[in-house]
Structure formats: structure tokens, C-alpha cells
């Protein structure tokens, strides 16, 4: 009977019509037999309403429309009934008076109707009409009908049984067993034919069927859901009589879809107490489970669902000795056995299914275990064992690896990076993914010290979050070591010849995206030892230069900066000056120029810096400085001495650059500003002459030897200007070697303005600020040296007031500030000397192009006229005025500049004008004179 094969789903469609407008018609007439009063008719309709049912046309899908139409109309027929009980007809009348209908299906559903009523009066012991009621549905076999007919009886029946405390409960009327044997014998039944609703219709439609049986599977869970609200229902009674019975009815039904959803059913239908005194019981069931039966699921979710109930319990919503009960009756080991045994009697379980289980293993264990780092450790070492076998990439199952990818990201959220860096088993599971997957979860476990703070539970120490900061940082070099092997794929291309994902098969975007990563995390790898952070430098060097030159050319520049920040910390003893003039130095000091080099370009329509060079710096940028404060104060006391020296450490720097001078990972530039920026620390920080002078050597050589064109060798001549300028520790041998060096190579530039422009920055080589003269004020200085802009006014007070240098403090180690006013007047004159150069090429040719000559008589002129306002020796009004008369004279003579020098010109004699007449310079500015205004 159950393999009958159903008609075609337009036939179906007809004969659900059919039967909806019978039950319809009947209904209708039952009714008008109610409000007649005639018993007779009513019950005659009612029949034939109800025989609709008896159809096994219909699939469990169409077939539940159905029901749901007659449902509704037996509320009109049970109100009838408690009428006729008013009128002194009893319910037992009518419970045998319905017993008269022809066909066993309306028969059944009648009697339930009255028989419910019968329960609710009182008139009858519960327990016998229940037992009576169930016993009867057994005359209905079909899947499809006996299932809905017992669903109507279970819900009618709600309310009604003989729990303990309810009114139905009493010696005659029964007791709390009562009410467990009629919902178990229920669910027995109804079990049996949700499992006989499969052999239905033809084998071709097998995967509708499931899914029909998926929708009505509610059905049968109705009886547990109802057992699991029963007020008497005690944790003895459920571990001696319901789990048995469940779990026996669960295991004998040998049906997949019906094991999985009555496990399911059962964990998440009862109380927790309950699974937690009968564990080992339902652990021990799982390997009778059809191979089919997703045990994975079952586990993960009594797994979650007792992890639950720990954390509930430690936040005191629940009893807080739950987590003692799961401690002493160790439900981990439990857990872990259970997954053994079920992967032992399934050899073709899926990898997918065995890691899911041991994924939810792993997150029990950090919601109960939060602090106990071993128990992570046992699964994944269980995990191993079970997948090593399969090699990379886990045999090409692609689900399977997804995953483990899961279960490699539980300890990170649970734990933070400290744990997983101290996990002994973490890193053999990682190789068991392909090279793109791994790298993959390093770029999630990057982002996991970049982004967030580590937990407050960790193990050991040696990552931390710096003290109000929400920075986490890895200061031992065990874990450094650790956290390199774990992100291998980000610095190392793969170990396996020709596997995908390698930085041959990266454009430059994504690989630059990737290394900015690894290049922030650099500066989260610092130690408040020195000489452990020097040796976690070291490693780190040496995993970088392993990676190739492409991924260099964006890491070595932040490791640098990373050097530098631990030499601010060796030479802060040894240095007076404020640290926080120290740390703007590897910026700031660019900005000596910057106003010249940007004008530069402005006029000749060029960018200076490239768009790479931008990306590079940004990634170069030091951890916030909260950080670095926190980690000073639990540096080590001042006595204790570290063996690293900054000699030492500048070494070790001036070594590093090095890849970046030519070659694949060439970046000459940003090499030529890191060996710039270390020459300086070496100069003003360390006090190391010899190394200085090696690192502005190098900076000098590449510039002559490696920078590709004009406009990016001026730019780095106004950085090596600039930087020199600051550098004290030079002797005077040293200095006159660079500074020869540095005018030749203005010399050696192309454009005669550009000359002009840079010998005019080279001349405040000879004129350095005063130890006590404010930032400003030097600052200005170098400016000016290009643009000529700018306060004059105040750079005026700052060198008036540092004129009496016999005061001025110098510190050890330091030579005092060159002010060579000779030199200063003779680079000038040289550069006035190239400016007439230019105007006799413009003589010569004639070209419109070739005016801008005005333009470096303008240079020379601001220079001269921010060191006539610093008081430099030999620059006096006669020269300031004989170059503003060339200029006036040649505009007069009709040369036409281009725009911007006409706005500087004029902008220059705004300047006089305005100038002169304040009190403090009016004796100087006003013996200048200046042209009249037409």
C-alpha cells in the first residue's frame, strides 16, 4: 500500500479541489444541522466531512490543506457537544453514540473530539480514555493519515493529562505515568509512520518526499516538546524512562532523517540539568546512528547547547556550580572520546563532518575552559591525527578545508594571538592547508594584532596590550619566531614548486596591500629590553629577506623605522634634547626644504614625489605613541646597561638598506631617505662620526650612481641639504668632504635656476641654528633657502636673540654650530654668478622660455634677505639692493617673466614695504629702495 505511486500533480490539484468543496458542502449542512438541534444530521455530516480524510491521492503537502479545513470545522461540532452536555445529554452518551459512524477515520477523529470533552467534565478517568484513544488510533495504518490523525490527537489532548499538580490528576484519574506512557506511546506510533511516509510514491520523487517529511517532522516533536513541559517530569523519571525509551525508538527507526531530527529534537527539547546527569547515555548512542546521520550536527549542538548553559551559569543567570558538575563528571574527555569512537565506526565519515565536530569541541573548551590552553591543544592534536594523513590541502576537499579553517580561527577569537602563539599543535595543522588558504588565516590572524586587544585570560606572557593604549603587542622572541611561522605564506612564497598563490602570480596592487599588512605588524613587535627587541629585529630581518625583493621593497623600510625606534630608546640617556624633537626627526627634518622642493615642481608642472614612494611611507609609520609610552614604563631600570649598543644597532641598520639600492627590490629613493634619516639619528642622537658620515656617503653615491632623473635627483639634494644642515657631529675635515660634495652636485643639475635654486639651500650649510634657537626659526631657515617666503620677522628675533653664542649650550659629542659668513656670502655670490648665466643664455637665444633667469635672481635675493635679517656677517643692504635693481632693470628693459615669478616679485616688494614700516627693522628696510609703482 505505501509504494502506490500518487497521480500527477495537476490530478492531485483536482482532487484536492474536489475534496475541499465536499468538505465544504458538508460542512455547511452540519452546521444548519447544528442550528436545527439534530444530532442525527449533525453527526451524519460530520462523517462525511470528515471521510475526505480517507484519501490516499494526495501527498503529506496537500493532504495537510485538507486537514487544516476540516480542523477548523470541528470547533463548531465540539461546541455542539458542550452544548448537548447542557441539556442533560452526557458525554458518555455521545462518546459511544459516535462510535456508531461507518468508516474507522471519522469514527476516530469523533471520538477524539468527544473524548477530549469527556476528559474535561470529569466524568471519566483521563488515564482510560486517553489509553483508550491512542490504543484506537492504531486502526489507522497509512502513513499520511494515521500521522495527521494522531497530530489532532496529541493537540486536543494538551491541557488534559494527568501531570503532576494539574486538576486531572488524582488514584482514579492518573498520575504523571500516565501521562508519559499515553505521549510516549503517541510518539512511538506517529514516529513509525512519519518513517513509513519514505516508501511512498515512486523511487523517482525520494527527494520530495524527504522534503515533505522534512516540513511535517514538527509533528512528531510536538510529543517531545510536550513530555518536556510536563511540571512532574523529574530528572529521575526522564534519566530511568523517558531518555531509554526515546533513544531505544531513535535507534530502532534505522531512518536518517528521522535519527537526526529526534537527536536534535531531544537536546534542544529538554533542560540542560537533564543532558548534563545523562551525557555519557547520549554520547553513547551516537555510534548506533545510521552512517548517514550528520553526527556532527548532533554533537555541535549538544556541544553548544552545554556551553550555553556554562556561560549562562558564569554570568549568575544560572546555578553557578554547573561549571563544577562539568568539571567533575569531565565532560571534555567525554566529548573527545565520543568524537574518537564515532570517526573509529564511520571509516568513510566526511573531513568536513570530523573537523566540525572537533570545531565545536574547541569552542566548548573556551566557554568552559576559558583559561586552560592544554585542552586546545589536545583537539588539535586529535584534529591532526585524524587529517595527516590526507596531506595539503586535505586531499582537494574543499569543504573540508574551509573547515579546518574554522577550527584554526576558534583559539584566535577565544584566546587572542598570546595563546595560539604558545599552541605546540597550531602550526602542524596550519600546513595542512593549501598555500593560498594559509595565507588566508595568517591575513586573519595579522589583522587580529593590528585591530583588536588581547584577551584579559592569557597563559603566559610576552603579548600584551600596551597600558591604555588597545594596542597588542609581541615583545618575546619565542613568539616572534612563532607568529613568523604562522604567517609564513605573507613573507614566503610556497614550499611546494608551482603551488598557486605565489608573488609571481600577484599584481602590484594586491601584493602591496598585503605587505603593508606584514609592514604594520612590524611595529607591534618591540620588547621594553633592548636586547630582546634587538634580537626580535634580527629575526625578523631574516624572515623578511627569505621573502623575495618584491615584498622588500615594502617591509624593509618599516623595519628600519622600527630600528629607529629602539635607538630613540638606547640614546635617550645619552641625549639632552626633548624626546619629542627626537621623535619628529625622520620626518621633520625633510621639511627644512620642503616649501622649495614643492615649488620647484610647481613650476615646472611635475609631481616630486611618487605615488609609490607615498604607499611606502604610509606604510613605514611607527605604532601609535601610546604604545610606545606604555612599553617605556615597564622598560628596565636606568643602571641596567644593555648589551646592544647604538653603534651596534646602526650597523645593523646601515645593512639593512641595503637591498634597496638597486636591483629587483631597488627603490633608491626611499633608500637614499632612510640612510638620510639614520645618518641623522646617528649624528644627533648617537654621536657616532664615522657611522653618520658612512650613511650621508651612501646617500651622496646613490645619488650620483642610482636616482633616474633631474627632478627626483633635486629632490633628493634638497633632503640631503636639509638633514645636513641639522648634523653637528661633523668635524671639520667630515664636513668640508660633504658639504664639497653637496655644491658640486647642485652644480651638476640641469636647469641653471634649479642650480641657482639648490646652491641657495646649500648656503645655509654654513649658517646652522644656535642650540637654544627654537625649531622655528631653523626651520625657516631652510625654507627660505628654497622659497624665500615665509616670517622673516621672527626668524629675525630667533637669530638676534641666538647671536650671543658664547651662552649657547652644546651638547657632548657635539661640534658647535658652524655660522661661516665668508662661505655663506661666497655661495651666494655663486649662485648670483649662475643666475647671470641664465640671463646671458636668454641673450643668446632669446627664447621666451628662457626669461625665467628672473626667477634665480629671485632665489638669491629671498636667501640673501633672510641672512641679512639673521645678521649674517658680509651681507649687507648694498647687496640686497644691487639685486633688486638687476631685476627692476631688466623688467624695465622689458624682459617678461613668466606668472609665478611676477607674483613672487611682487609678493618681495609687498614684503620690503610692509617690513619697514615696523619698528624694530624700519633702520634696516628703509634704506632700501625700491622701484615706483606704475
Same mark, same amino acid.
Given at each position: ?787 624665500? =617666503?615665509? %616670517? ?10 641666538? #647671536?650671543?653664542?658664547? !651662552? $649657547?649650550? /652644546? @651638547? *657632548? ?60 656677517? =658680509?651681507? %649687507? ?10 631685476? #627692476?632693470?631688466?623688467? !624695465? $628693459?622689458? /624682459? @617678461? *617673466? ?37
Amino acid at each position: 500500500m505505501d509504494n502506490v505511486a500518487f497521480p500527477s500533480a495537476d490530478e492531485q490539484q483536482r482532487i484536492l479541489n474536489d475534496a475541499s468543496t465536499a468538505i465544504k458542502r458538508s460542512a455547511f449542512l452540519m452546521r444548519k444541522a447544528i442550528e436545527d438541534d439534530n444530532m442525527r444530521d449533525s453527526l451524519k455530516h460530520a462523517a462525511g466531512m470528515l471521510a475526505e480524510l480517507r484519501t490516499s491521492q494526495l501527498q503529506p503537502q496537500k493532504y495537510y490543506e485538507l486537514y487544516m479545513l476540516v480542523f477548523d470545522q470541528l470547533a463548531h461540532l465540539e461546541a455542539f457537544f458542550s452544548d448537548e452536555r447542557g441539556k442533560g445529554r452526557s458525554y458518555a452518551e455521545l462518546y459511544e453514540l459516535v462510535q456508531h459512524a461507518g468508516n474507522v477515520l471519522p469514527r476516530l477523529y469523533l471520538m477524539v473530539a468527544v473524548g477530549c470533552l469527556y476528559i474535561k467534565s470529569h466524568e471519566a478517568s483521563p488515564r482510560d480514555v486517553l489509553k483508550d484513544l491512542v490504543e484506537m488510533c492504531k486502526g489507522v495504518q497509512h502513513p499520511t493519515r494515521g500521522l495527521f490523525l494522531r497530530a489532532y490527537l496529541c493537540q486536543r489532548a494538551k491541557g488534559l493529562l494527568p501531570d503532576t499538580g494539574s486538576q486531572y490528576e488524582g488514584p482514579g484519574s492518573g498520575s504523571i505515568q500516565d501521562a508519559l506512557d499515553f505521549l510516549m506511546t503517541n510518539f512511538i506510533e506517529m514516529n513509525k509512520l512519519w518513517v513509513r511516509l519514505q516508501h511512498q510514491g515512486s523511487a523517482r520523487d525520494k527527494e520530495k518526499r524527504e522534503r515533505e517529511r522534512q516540513q511535517l517532522q514538527d509533528l512528531v516533536g510536538k510529543n517531545l516538546t510536550y513530555l518536556s513541559q510536563l511540571d512532574g517530569l523529574g530528572f529521575e523519571l526522564y534519566r530511568d524512562q523517558v531518555l531509554p525509551r526515546v533513544l531505544d525508538q531513535i535507534t530502532s527507526c534505522r531512518d536518517d532523517l528521522a535519527q537526526l531530527y529526534l537527536m536534535q529534537a531531544l537536546i534542544q527539547g529538554f533542560p540542560d540539568r537533564f543532558h548534563l546527569g545523562t551525557l555519557e547515555t547520549l554520547l553513547g548512542v551516537l555510534p548506533q546512528l545510521q552512517p548517514g546521520v550528520k553526527i556532527h550536527s548532533v554533537m555541535a549542538a549538544l556541544m553548544d547547547r552545554l556551553a550555553k548553559y556554562a556561560a549562562s551559569a558564569a554570568s549568575g543567570s544560572n546555578d553557578p556550580r554547573v561549571l563544577e558538575e562539568l568539571a567533575a563528571i569531565d565532560a571534555f574527555s567525554k566529548f573527545k572520546e565520543a568524537i574518537a569512537r564515532i570517526i573509529a565506526s564511520q571509516p568513510n565519515l566526511a573531513a568536513a563532518d570530523a573537523v566540525e565536530m572537533y570545531t565545536a569541541l574547541l569552542s566548548y573548551a573556551g566557554s568552559v575552559h576559558p583559561g586552560v590552553l592544554s585542552f586546545v591543544d589536545e583537539v588539535l592534536a586529535a584534529a591532526h591525527s585524524t587529517l595527516g594523513d590526507r596531506g595539503r590541502g586535505l586531499g582537494g576537499d574543499a569543504r573540508a578545508e574551509r573547515q579546518l579553517m574554522a577550527l584554526l580561527t576558534v583559539p584566535l577569537n577565544k584566546y587572542g594571538v598570546s595563546a595560539c602563539l604558545e599552541l605546540k599543535e597550531y602550526p602542524p595543522l596550519t600546513r595542512l592547508l593549501r598555500y593560498v588558504m594559509h595565507k588566508e588565516l595568517a591575513v586573519k590572524l595579522v589583522h587580529k594584532v593590528l585591530d583588536t586587544v588581547a584577551p584579559s585570560a592569557k597563559s603566559g606572557n610576552g603579548a600584551s596590550p600596551a597600558a591604555g593604549s588597545g594596542v597588542t603587542l609581541i615583545s618575546t622572541v619565542d613568539k616572534v619566531s612563532s607568529l613568523f611561522r604562522f604567517i609564513a605564506p605573507l613573507v614566503a612564497d610556497p614550499d611546494v614548486p608551482g603551488e598557486a598563490g605565489g608573488v609571481a602570480e600577484m599584481d602590484d596592487e594586491d601584493l602591496d596591500e598585503e605587505q603593508v599588512l606584514v609592514a604594520r605588524l612590524l611595529h607591534r613587535l618591540r620588547s621594553p629590553d633592548p636586547d630582546t627587541h634587538f634580537a626580535i629585529l634580527k629575526i625578523a630581518q631574516h624572515q623578511l629577506l627569505a621573502g623575495g625583493p618584491r615584498r622588500l621593497r615594502t617591509t624593509l623600510p618599516a623595519l628600519v623605522f622600527c630600528g629607529l625606534e629602539l635607538h630613540r630608546k638606547l640614546a635617550r640617556p645619552l641625549a639632552r634634547a626633548p624626546a619629542a624633537e627626537a621623535a619628529g626627526k625622520d620626518k621633520g627634518v625633510e621639511e627644512t626644504i620642503g616649501k622649495g622642493r614643492d615649488e620647484a615642481a610647481a613650476q615646472d608642472g611635475e609631481g616630486v614625489a611618487t605615488a609609490a614612494d607615498g604607499e611606502v611611507m604610509e606604510a613605514e609609520a611607527p605604532a601609535p605613541a601610546a604604545s610606545v609610552a606604555a612599553m617605556e614604563q615597564s622598560a628596565p631600570a636606568a643602571d641596567t646597561k644593555p648589551a646592544v649598543s647604538c653603534e651596534e644597532l646602526l650597523q645593523f641598520l646601515l645593512a639593512g638598506i641595503e637591498p634597496l639600492y638597486g636591483g629587483p627590490a631597488g627603490q633608491p629613493v626611499v633608500a637614499a631617505r632612510l640612510l638620510l634619516a639614520c645618518g641623522y639619528i646617528a649624528s644627533e642622537e648617537a654621536h657616532l662620526e664615522l657611522l653618520s658620515y658612512t650613511f650621508f656617503e651612501e646617500a651622496l653615491t646613490l645619488y650620483d650612481e642610482a636616482l633616474p632623473d633631474q627632478r627626483t635627483r633635486a629632490t633628493a639634494l634638497y633632503d640631503i641639504i636639509g638633514y645636513l644642515q641639522r648634523c653637528r657631529v661633523f668635524g671639520p675635515e667630515a664636513r668640508d668632504s660633504l658639504t664639497s660634495a653637496v655644491t658640486s652636485a647642485c652644480m651638476r643639475l640641469l636647469s641653471r635656476r634649479e642650480q641657482c635654486r639648490a646652491l641657495c639651500a646649500a648656503a645655509f650649510l654654513w649658517w646652522q641654528p644656535l642650540p637654544g634657537a627654537s625649531s622655528l626659526a631653523g626651520r625657516s631657515d631652510g625654507e627660505k633657502a628654497a622659497t624665500g =617666503g615665509g %616670517d622673516r620677522g621672527s626668524a629675525d628675533q630667533g637669530e638676534a636673540g641666538g #647671536q650671543k653664542e658664547a !651662552a $649657547a649650550e /652644546v @651638547q *657632548p659629542g657635539l661640534y658647535p654650530p658652524v655660522r661661516d659668513g665668508d662661505k655663506v656670502v661666497a655661495i651666494l655670490q655663486r649662485a648670483t654668478k649662475v643666475a647671470t648665466q641664465a640671463k646671458a643664455q636668454y641673450g643668446a637665444t632669446g627664447r621666451v622660455r628662457d626669461a625665467s633667469y628672473l626667477g634665480a635672481y629671485l632665489e638669491v635675493l629671498d636667501s640673501m634677505m633672510r641672512f641679512w635679517d639673521s645678521e649674517v656677517p =658680509g651681507v %649687507d643692504t648694498t647687496k640686497v639692493q644691487d639685486l633688486i635693481d638687476k631685476v #627692476q632693470a631688466d623688467l !624695465a $628693459a622689458g /624682459v @617678461q *617673466p613668466d606668472t609665478a615669478t611676477a607674483r613672487r616679485w611682487q609678493s618681495t616688494l609687498s614684503y620690503i614695504t610692509t617690513t619697514a614700516q615696523q619698528p624694530h627693522a624700519k633702520e634696516r628696510y628703509g634704506k632700501l629702495k625700491l622701484p615706483q609703482a606704475t
